[in-house]
């Protein structure tokens, strides 16, 4: 896997389960992050901020409907229900509580990928947002978690992806340091903490990262994701390659 990989919270309490969703969705560049229990994978929801989570139901501590309203209500992530109650009942409530699919136990690996990448996809729309930005020599690929400049790939840790995605999606805006601060860690940490990422983004994205051309500083304010020219664009055709 890369660093860039896609992160999915699965909160199941069954460890079998787990492994197998390790292993095979390792395949497929994706990292997992595990909870045993629905208080745990609302922690680690909090914490981590992952691309996807994938929800069992029947949790030994609460219910799994209940996980998912929590979940729903604070962010917009994909979530996948994976479980044995195959009844419709079930499945209407999970779907109307806000889950974007739902996967009835036993299951297949690549009807659960398919659902995956489809969730993901969507996402994107939901939020108004565009998977491909273009800016100059940079391209930014959301759904491959794939960033290059001049055609060269750019590995960047988790948090530093996090951040260039929040100022793709408000490209040419300027973000607060407050906004960057809450949008990435959910708290108020230092912004010199926040100036240390955007230092080491700089050193892999920008030619001179004493002069940048993408990433902008808004003296006292924040940053803002310089447009240099039409910068989103891509294809229906582009988007089915993608996932």
Do not use: C
Not at 16 to 29: G, K, P, Y
Not at 153 to 163: D, R
């Amino acid at each position: 896997m890369t660093a860039n990989s896609l992160r999915i919270l699965i909160i199941e309490d069954e460890p079998a389960i787990r492994r197998f969703l390790r292993t095979s969705l390792s395949v497929h560049n994706y990292r997992l992050i595990e909870a045993a229990d629905g208080a745990s994978g609302l922690k680690l929801m909090a914490r981590e901020r992952p691309e996807f989570v994938i929800l069992d139901l029947g949790l030994g501590d609460m219910d799994g409907l209940e996980v998912l309203r929590r979940l729903r209500a604070e962010w917009r992530t994909p979530i996948i229900v994976l479980s044995a109650r195959s009844d419709e009942q079930t499945k209407i409530e999970a779907l109307e509580a806000g889950a974007d699919d739902y996967v009835t136990k036993p299951f297949g690996m690549g009807e659960l990928v398919a659902r995956l990448r489809n969730a993901y996809r969507h996402s994107f729309y939901v939020k108004g947002e565009e998977p491909v930005f273009r800016n100059g020599e940079l391209h930014f690929d959301a759904i491959h978690r794939r960033v290059t400049v001049e055609g060269l790939e750019i590995k960047l840790s988790p948090t530093e992806f996090a951040i260039l995605q929040l100022l793709v999606r408000y490209a040419g805006k300027v973000l607060t340091h407050r906004q960057i601060l809450s949008e990435i860690w959910g708290s108020d940490r230092d912004v010199q903490y926040l100036r240390i990422y955007v230092g080491h983004l700089r050193r892999k994205l920008e030619q001179d990262p004493q002069r940048p051309q993408h990433i902008l500083t808004e003296p006292g304010v924040g940053y803002r994701l310089q447009r240099l020219d039409s910068a989103f664009g891509v294809t229906t055709a582009e988007i089915s390659q993608a996932v």
